[in-house]
């Protein structure tokens, strides 16, 4: 009898430093998860099928997309490409921006850290990476994964709702009138307590 096992999460660990990317390795696969490591940003992009300088796609095979990165995570000081640049490709990326994206940096700057988690970054590590920064992944990736689902649960209610006839948005068009006339009497309820308080 087979027990069916979850499939670990796919980590893409980026950075130009080879004993960094070997501990970073080290640290994913402790806490379970796949990883794949490459030097560089532009080695990053060309991996999830992204040309680093014109953003079209790589011919990708259908059953290479079938394994899905669940999260990047990327040193910020690297050569050509720097961790901020390939978080800004990966943001603008329409079939990438939901991926998280964490960043990895030995300067504790916070203009830089401010600026790549306002730029779409999830988390800022200070290096080195500790263990104990691990179990801060999951929950990102949990929390994509959540958001795909309800996205894609959304576009097939939307596809369904444009299947409706008409009557049904009728009925919810007096809906909408019936707690207009609720929030009017509300309005006029609301004035004459105010006057109350103040008196």
């Known amino acids: 009898m087979a027990v069916a096992t979850e499939t ?37 992009l060309e991996f999830l099928g992204i040309h680093g300088e014109d953003s079209s796609p790589v011919s990708v095979h259908a059953d290479q997309l079938e394994v899905a990165v669940n999260l990047i995570i990327t040193d910020y000081c690297m050569p050509g490409m ?8 990966i943001k603008e990326s329409s079939s990438l921006r939901d991926i998280p994206v964490v960043i990895m940096s030995s300067e504790n700057i916070p203009s830089r850290i ?48 444009n299947e409706c006839s008409n009557p049904t ?13 609720r929030k009017a009497e509300d309005n ?7 006057r109350l308080r103040h008196s």
């Not at 929390?143 to 097939?156: A, I, L």
């Open 8 to 44: 670990p999460f796919h980590v893409l660990a980026v950075d130009d430093s080879l004993p960094d990317r070997k501990l970073i390795e080290r640290l994913l696969k402790t806490s379970s998860f796949h990883v794949t490591t490459v030097d560089s940003g532009s080695k990053a």
């Open 82 to 89: 720097t961790g901020y640049d390939l978080l800004k490709k």
């Open 114 to 161: 401010n600026r790549c988690l306002e730029e779409g970054a999830d988390e800022f590590f200070l290096k080195p990476v500790r263990l104990s920064d691990m179990s801060k992944l999951k929950p990102h990736i949990l929390k994509s994964r959540c958001k795909e689902h309800y996205q894609e649960q959304h576009q097939q209610s939307d596809s369904n709702s």
């Open 169 to 181: 948005n009728d009925s919810s068009s007096s809906d909408n009138s019936s707690s207009r006339k």
């Open 188 to 194: 006029e309820v609301l004035p004459q307590t105010n």
